[in-house]
Every structure is written in structure tokens, then in C-alpha cells.
């Protein structure tokens, strides 16, 4: 009797030294996945912030049909008219040679006094114009360009080309680096996920030979390592989405633009995915951990 409790002091492992690292290592894990989930969440928001702010440079994107002096009201409305049927254009804006004369002499200041100097307006009438933002785009607003240069009352059309490539060019780079990131941290947060409940499945790798050895099943057996994911995947979504809360938080109180960019239906849709996202990553992570060992035989258990 003395003997056999020796040995069960002495030479059996203490259960203690067991659970010490696996708390230490789910923890860490739980942690690593929260970091990755918050970049993944000011990826999200740097996202809708980007796309909010392309939709209203879309919004506004047009061109400018300047009349010639002689133009009558007639004309002008013909041309509007025109431009409506086409179904391409949100808004139109018209503008006197009186109302360009103003802008241009709020803009330049009371020192230069252009009536004064010309006696007499050299500004004509102008026609801005709004296309909806599936039109804005240089080859679209060429399209509806073209025949208006044809009309004996239209002088010219100004086109801001530059500015409309330039932005289509730069919301495609930013798509396209988001989703880069968003990948390359989805790839690195499985790969932690799928190390951390592999390690915590090969430390009882021989417990669950056992279990199959008495007719356990293999969704018994992976049930337990399923749950502790999920919750720890949970867990880490919520450490995220706190601290991009905050984040966020000092961000609308520092910059008002912020504020009426990101509203907090929007972040609160974003902090929902990260906890929805943390789960999933772990559950599938665990699933595919578990499936590696569950089909291993005996003797590759030493391995």
C-alpha cells in the first residue's frame, strides 16, 4: 500500500503542471485572435469609411456645359431636357453670367473688380450637371458628352477626366488592399487557432484512443474541443470589438468628419461580424485539428 501511494505521489504526474501552460496557451491564443480580429476591424472600418466617402465623390461627379452668349431660355431648357431623357443625370444646377460673376468675385476678392476693369461681363451662362454614380466614369461621360458639343448653342464642356480617374483608380487600390489584409490576417488567424487546438488535442490524444476504443463517436469526442473554441473565439471577438469601440469612440469625438462618416448602427454591424468571425475562425480551426487526430491509428499516436 505504501508503495502504491509512492508512486502515485512521486512517480505519477501532477495534474497541476498540466494545467498551468494549456490555461497559459488558450489564453494566448484567445488574445492573439483578438488582435488579429481588431486589425481585421479597423479594416472594416477604414472600408466603409472609404467606400461612404467614394459614394459622395460619385455623387458629385459631372460635367459642366458652358453656353455660348447668345443663348436664350429656350435653348437652355432644350438642353436640359436633352440631358434628362438620357436617364444618366442625377441633378442639374444652372448658373447666370450674374451668379459666375458673383462666385468668381467672392473667390478673387474686392480688389480686383472684373465689371470695372472690362465694362462688361465676360462670363456666359452655364450649365452644371450631376450623373448618377453608375455613370461616373470618364468613358460613360464621354458618351453623353459628344452630342452636346454638336449643338450650335453649347460653347464648351468641361470635363474633370483627371479627377474621376484618379478616383476610380484609388478606390480600386484601396478594395483591393483591404481584402489583401483581410485575407492574409484570416489565413494567420487560422493557422494560430488550428496550432493552439492542435496542441491542446495531442496533449490528450491517448484519452480520446481511449474513448474510441469504448465506442465513443467521433462527434462525442470532438464536441467538447468544438465548444471551448467557439466560447474562446467569442471571447476574443468581444475584447476586439471593445477595443475598437474605443478606438472608434476617440475618433468621433477628435474629428467631427468621423462622426458623420462612421455612425454607430454602422460600428455596431462591424463589431457584431467580429465576434461572429472570431467563432467561426475557432470552430473551423478546431474542427479540422480535430479531424487530424481523431483519425489517426494507435501507433502513429507516438508519433
Same mark, same amino acid.
Given at each position: 500500500m505504501?508503495?502504491?501511494?509512492?508512486?502515485?505521489?512521486?512517480?505519477?504526474?501532477?495534474?497541476?503542471? #498540466?494545467?498551468?501552460?494549456?490555461?497559459?496557451?488558450?489564453? =494566448?491564443?484567445?488574445? &492573439?485572435?483578438?488582435?488579429? +480580429?481588431?486589425i481585421l476591424g479597423i479594416a472594416a472600418m477604414v472600408g466603409v469609411a472609404t467606400h461612404r466617402l467614394s459614394q459622395s465623390v460619385r455623387d458629385n461627379m459631372g460635367f459642366v456645359?458652358?453656353?455660348?452668349?447668345?443663348?436664350?431660355?429656350?435653348?437652355?431648357?432644350?438642353?436640359?431636357? #436633352?440631358?434628362?431623357?438620357?436617364?444618366?443625370?442625377?441633378? =442639374?444646377?444652372?448658373? &447666370?453670367?450674374?451668379?459666375? +460673376?458673383?462666385?468668381?468675385?467672392?473667390?478673387v476678392?474686392?480688389?480686383?473688380?472684373?465689371?470695372?476693369?472690362?465694362?462688361?461681363?465676360p462670363f456666359t451662362a452655364e450649365l452644371e450637371v450631376i450623373v448618377n454614380p453608375e455613370y461616373a466614369s470618364a468613358d460613360s461621360i464621354g458618351g453623353l458628352v459628344a452630342p452636346l458639343a454638336l449643338m450650335p448653342q453649347v460653347g464648351d464642356v468641361k470635363i474633370h477626366s483627371d479627377l474621376i480617374d484618379n478616383v476610380n483608380a484609388t478606390l480600386r487600390s484601396v478594395s483591393l488592399t483591404l481584402v489583401a489584409i483581410a485575407i492574409a490576417l484570416l489565413v494567420v488567424s487560422f493557422v494560430l487557432i488550428f496550432n493552439t487546438v492542435r496542441l491542446s488535442v495531442y496533449s490528450k490524444r491517448f484519452i480520446i484512443n481511449t474513448m474510441q476504443l469504448v465506442g465513443a463517436t467521433s462527434g462525442f469526442?470532438?464536441?467538447?474541443?468544438?465548444?471551448?473554441?467557439?466560447?474562446?473565439?467569442?471571447?476574443?471577438?468581444?475584447?476586439?470589438?471593445?477595443?475598437?469601440?474605443?478606438?472608434?469612440?476617440?475618433?468621433?469625438?477628435?474629428?467631427?468628419t468621423i462622426a458623420s462618416i462612421l455612425d454607430w448602427g454602422t460600428a455596431g454591424l462591424v463589431m457584431g461580424g467580429m465576434v461572429i468571425t472570431g467563432m467561426l475562425i475557432c470552430l473551423i480551426a478546431a474542427l479540422f485539428a480535430c479531424n487530424r487526430y481523431l483519425s489517426l491509428s494507435y501507433d502513429e499516436l507516438y508519433r
Open positions: 505504501v508503495v502504491i501511494l509512492w508512486r502515485f505521489y512521486f512517480i505519477m504526474p501532477k495534474k497541476h503542471f #498540466h494545467h498551468i501552460p494549456l490555461f497559459s496557451t488558450r489564453a =494566448t491564443a484567445t488574445v &492573439s485572435v483578438a488582435l488579429v +480580429l481588431v456645359v458652358i453656353f455660348n452668349e447668345d443663348v436664350t431660355a429656350d435653348d437652355i431648357a432644350g438642353v436640359t431636357e #436633352h440631358l434628362k431623357s438620357t436617364g444618366a443625370v442625377s441633378r =442639374t444646377e444652372y448658373s &447666370s453670367p450674374d451668379d459666375i +460673376l458673383a462666385r468668381w468675385q467672392k473667390m476678392g474686392e480688389d480686383e473688380d472684373i465689371l470695372r476693369l472690362a465694362n462688361v461681363n469526442i470532438r464536441r467538447p474541443f468544438l465548444s471551448e473554441s467557439v466560447v474562446n473565439g467569442a471571447v476574443a471577438g468581444v475584447i476586439a470589438s471593445l477595443i475598437v469601440t474605443a478606438m472608434l469612440y476617440s475618433c468621433r469625438t477628435l474629428d467631427g
